[in-house]
């Protein structure tokens, strides 16, 4: 006789993904997934990003949870960081993939390389969203219509002269089908002409059948042109540099754009093992699986890319054995000490690439204080993440601490030291007001330099006064020195005042014109 088991029940445990919802949903955070809910399929396997839009308020706490689940913060280059907008990386054990998520805090159209526009409607996106698994959506029409604005700010002249239709518009078709059979009509014009009045509803259905495969290329373009000029007032345009070195990625002049970097320093991973092991297998598997998320250095030490010093003691070597030269020369062993310091440059560059922060400096980080008695921000950091000289960053770090920089300054200062010394000269100001500004920081930083030169004087300054006849020359040419920059000061300052009072006349008589009025200037009479 048979004895039949019940089957035992089997439960599946959640992913990374589903446990942030959850863990979202019982911390009561107030945001939304604002796009691509429809591919969850894809980045659940890693293959695509989730966006999140938070409430401002609630972000901090967002993060929180994020950090507790093992997700780490990624820093994209600088010349690819929007304003509002960061990224996390989390490893899902269960699937053995990589979660990147995007956390929004404004909602942006757009790639960095291109124009990038603002929907100010981030708190009707909120307070719409409706629960869905594992994150809530907004409502039908509000996704719909970021889904179109999204679409076409993608058109390109490109796709004119490609004979077939873009692949990415063909993509698009199935979550396009879906999202407009779930959209009232009455609630999709009402809602457009409350958060977006520039855009009208006719344009907006033009954009709409423009998304049909059939539809005309040049009327695409042309909606595209049109969606830029209502969207103008909350554009930002990319700096004509990015679009350089964009078309020199393109035509392979220069090298790719970086990808994403960890906030806490990358990982040196070497492969050990004998001829035909597998390692270049497993090293090309490992840049492909982190490739598309972080930014990946692959270095064969075994063969090192050669200087031109080993191509030449490698020449020098071949004409030795053309002439029948044999055994073991001065320039067998110079070759083998020139690759081993290839392979020592090659491993320094590799170091460089993934260390940034490690322990120590990182609570040294921590460890400023502004003037006000707070720590630097994880703005400073990712700012300051980017800086690749590890003394520049130490030095950066310290002066923002020291002189409470903003988040905006720090990211001039490293502009400026990225395109030139400051004590030499290299960075050129754009307007005259800065180049005077210039001056005058120089000169304050010759004049104390100087001043406390002669205060307390080096011990080559006292031995020179001693060697020489008059030991008063140096002192007094010294202090002729310091008279000379303060007048220079001094000239600067006033230069730069007439220039600001200039301008103020200028915007005064631009403003009279418009205004109709005749500019005339008007003096107060002092009173006696």
């Not at 591919?39 to 989730?50: L, N, Q």
């Not at 950090?67 to 996390?88: C, D, M, N, V, Y």
């Not at 390389?113 to 994150?135: H, I």
């Not at 590799?350 to 120590?360: G, I, K, P, V």
Request: net charge positive.
């Amino acid at each position: 006789m048979f004895r039949v088991r019940a089957r035992e029940a089997t439960t599946v445990a959640p992913t990374l993904l589903e446990r942030l919802g959850q863990a979202l949903e019982a911390a009561g955070v107030i945001y939304c997934q604002w796009k691509g809910h429809w591919k969850r399929t894809r980045w659940e396997s890693g293959a695509g990003d989730i966006d999140l839009l938070v409430d401002s308020a609630w972000a901090d706490r967002l993060e929180i949870e994020l950090g507790r689940l093992g997700f780490k913060p990624a820093i994209a280059p600088l010349e690819a960081q929007i304003p509002g907008t960061e990224s996390w990386i989390g490893f899902d054990a269960g699937r053995l993939s990589l979660a990147h998520v995007h956390l929004h805090r404004r909602l942006i159209v757009g790639g960095y390389w291109t124009t990038v526009y603002r929907l100010a409607m981030e708190r009707a996106v909120l307070d719409s969203a409706v629960p869905r698994f594992p994150f809530p959506v907004p409502a039908p029409e509000l996704e719909f219509i970021m889904f179109v604005l999204r679409t076409v700010q993608r058109y390109s002249p490109r796709d004119i002269l490609a004979p077939r239709q873009p692949r990415w518009l063909a993509d698009v078709q199935p979550e396009f089908n879906y999202l407009r059979n779930q959209v009232d009509r009455d609630l999709l014009v009402a809602r457009l002409a409350e958060l977006l009045p520039t855009v009208d509803v006719a344009f907006f259905d033009a954009c709409t059948r423009s998304l049909a495969p059939r539809a005309s290329r040049w009327t695409r373009l042309w909606l595209r042109r049109g969606l830029q000029k209502r969207l103008e007032p909350h554009a930002s345009h990319p700096p004509l540099n990015l679009l350089v070195r964009r078309i020199g990625r393109s035509l392979r002049l220069l090298p790719r754009a970086r990808g994403l970097h960890p906030a806490r320093g990358g990982r040196v991973l070497a492969l050990l093992g004998g001829d035909g092991s597998g390692k270049s297998t497993c090293t090309a598997e490992l840049s492909r699986w982190l490739g598309p998320h972080f930014a990946v250095m692959t270095a064969h030490l075994g063969r090192p890319p050669r200087s031109l010093t080993t191509l030449a003691v490698g020449a020098l070597l071949k004409v030795r054995r053309a002439f029948g030269g044999d055994g073991t020369s001065l320039f067998d062993l110079l070759r083998h000490a020139c690759t081993a310091r290839d392979r020592y440059r090659l491993f320094l560059k590799a170091r460089r690439f993934a260390e940034l922060y490690d322990q120590a400096a990182l609570d040294q980080f921590c460890a400023l204080r502004t003037p006000d008695g707070k720590p630097l921000s994880i703005k400073h950091i990712r700012r300051l993440i980017m800086v690749s000289d590890p003394a520049l960053r130490r030095k950066l770090q310290a002066e923002a601490a020291a002189q409470g920089w903003t988040t905006e300054r720090l990211t001039q200062e490293i502009k400026i030291r990225r395109n030139g010394d400051t004590h030499t000269g290299g960075y050129v100001p754009e307007y005259l007001e800065e180049g005077l500004e210039q001056v005058q920081r120089w000169c304050d930083e010759w004049l104390r330099h100087n001043e406390a030169l002669l205060e307390e004087p080096p011990e080559w300054m006292t031995a020179h006064a001693a060697r020489s006849a008059d030991p008063t020359v140096l002192a007094e040419r010294a202090t002729g020195v310091l008279q000379l920059l303060k007048r220079v000061r001094e000239a600067a300052e006033s230069l730069e005042g007439k220039m600001k009072m200039i301008r103020r006349e200028l915007r005064w008589a631009a403003r009279s014109a418009r205004e109709g009025k005749t500019p005339t200037r008007t003096r107060s009479r002092p009173s006696r």
